[in-house]
């Protein structure tokens, strides 16, 4: 934790890990996922997104599919019935190994509707407005990837990280060479399921050909399509669609524009932006890229000397992202009382000659990065869900009375509070008692 005080994602962590609400019921508790941050990425304009989803195969076949389903009988489960289902596919030219899909998008999006065991016209509009029509493609890619669930490429290893797969080719707007999404997806696996198990080279020898198979499906799904040099790329509408996926799983996936925003703000106004939640941390790399780095670190190490942890915290979200051309603004924060701690790690963390930190600064670092993220945050600790051991928290309980940081008692109340595990609760409330006596 010392080691890495400037990073943003580390104090979550370190909230996440050592203190926690009560579970909620399972329902309700949400999947552990870690938020991350995407390269700002450039979308097309919405009418012209508009007018390209009806030329998607997989839209244009479920359009065709409803115009031919008219009225008719379903089975139980609403689906086409095998007789018509096999006149669908010939009458239509369709793939019968794609019907089901075609299928379910036309049911869900409102071109069909399945009543009283009988599918009709839905109540889609014929025409829609350009919103409603982004609406309808967001809901079609929606469809698409839920079906990963169920199998949807025909290759379970790439079902299961087809989310992945996504997020690496939006991540590389000029797209991903199969080979290395072949090995990506592979390696993948072996990490989730342990390398050398049976199988895994008759996997890596079938893997290329059926990641071509699922590629080929997520171009008739508009998705996908393959660039010039052969790569794997999104198309205009797989990058809005994808991006509207990431931000609905709590991924920082900024456009361009957003981020030009931030990019000629003062620092001061770049780190209130931070604080406030205004701006998320892609916004750093674009305000960076405007300014030398010596100077930058400069600007940020005056604010966060003169301010309160969460300004500290915001300015080290900030400084985390330069390497060693920095070094000689972090050298002069060494002679500043509240940057000393930060400055000479952030050298360690570099490999660069540096101070020592004794245990006090370690713990005065943990207090401070705790109280940062209370502040960045709004109220962290009404999100905490992960109920961890907490031995080693609870010696740095004991530990954060004696280092005189000015918000010992906030922190230790906040743990005090939030906390599941009954230790934790006491040690802290104890600690923070004597942190009061302290005080007077």
Not at 180 to 200: K, Y
Not at 206 to 216: R, V
Not at 291 to 313: D, M, T, Y
Not at 407 to 422: E, I, N, P, S
């Amino acid at each position: 934790m010392a080691n890495n005080v400037f990073d943003l994602a580390e104090l979550r962590k370190l909230i996440d890990e050592q203190a926690a609400v009560p579970p909620r019921p399972p329902e309700e508790t949400p999947v552990d996922r870690e938020a991350l941050t995407f390269p700002p990425v450039t979308l097309a304009g919405d009418a012209e997104l508009a007018r390209a989803v009806p030329q998607v195969p997989l839209v244009a076949d479920a359009i065709r599919l409803a115009g031919w389903t008219g009225t008719r009988p379903v089975t139980a489960e609403g689906t086409l019935t095998p007789a018509d289902a096999g006149a669908a596919a010939a009458e239509l030219g369709l793939d019968p190994a794609r019907l089901r899909l075609v299928w379910i998008v036309a049911v869900n999006t409102g071109l069909l509707q399945i009543l009283g065991g009988r599918a009709s016209r839905g109540p889609l509009p014929q025409r829609l407005t350009v919103e409603a029509t982004l609406e309808f493609w967001d809901g079609v890619v929606m469809d698409v990837l839920d079906r990963a669930d169920e199998g949807l490429t025909g290759s379970a290893v790439i079902d299961d990280h087809l989310a992945e797969m996504l997020a690496t080719i939006y991540s590389v707007r000029s797209g991903v060479a199969i080979a290395n999404l072949a090995r990506g997806i592979l390696q993948s696996h072996e990490v989730a399921c342990g390398p050398g198990r049976p199988g895994t080279r008759r996997l890596a020898a079938d893997l290329p050909g059926e990641l071509l198979e699922a590629l080929s499906l997520l171009a008739y799904c508009g998705v996908v399509e393959q660039t010039a040099a052969g790569r794997a790329a999104l198309t205009p509408l797989g990058v809005w669609a994808i991006r509207r996926d990431l931000l609905r799983e709590g991924h920082d996936a900024p456009t361009t524009a957003e981020v030009e925003v931030f990019a000629d703000l003062t620092a001061a106004e770049l780190v209130d932006a931070l604080v406030s939640g205004s701006a998320t941390q892609s916004a750093v790399a674009g305000w960076l890229e405007r300014r030398p780095p010596e100077e930058a670190a400069r600007e940020l190490i005056a604010i966060a000397a003169e301010s309160g942890a969460g300004r500290r915290g915001a300015v080290g979200a900030v400084l985390e992202e330069l390497g060693p051309e920095a070094e000689a603004a972090l050298r002069e924060a060494l002679d500043l009382p509240l940057m000393r701690r930060y400055a000479a790690s952030w050298l360690h963390i570099r490999d660069l000659d540096a101070p020592p930190l004794s245990p006090e600064d370690h713990t005065w670092i943990a207090v401070d990065s705790l109280a940062a993220l209370m502040r960045l945050s709004g109220h962290a600790a009404e999100r905490l869900d992960t109920p961890e051991p907490a031995e080693d928290l609870v010696r740095l309980i004991a530990e954060m009375p004696s280092v005189g940081h000015p918000d010992t008692v906030a922190v230790l109340d906040m743990l005090a509070r939030a906390h599941a595990d009954g230790t934790v609760v006491k040690a802290a409330r104890k600690a923070a008692m004597k942190a009061r006596s302290f005080a007077h």
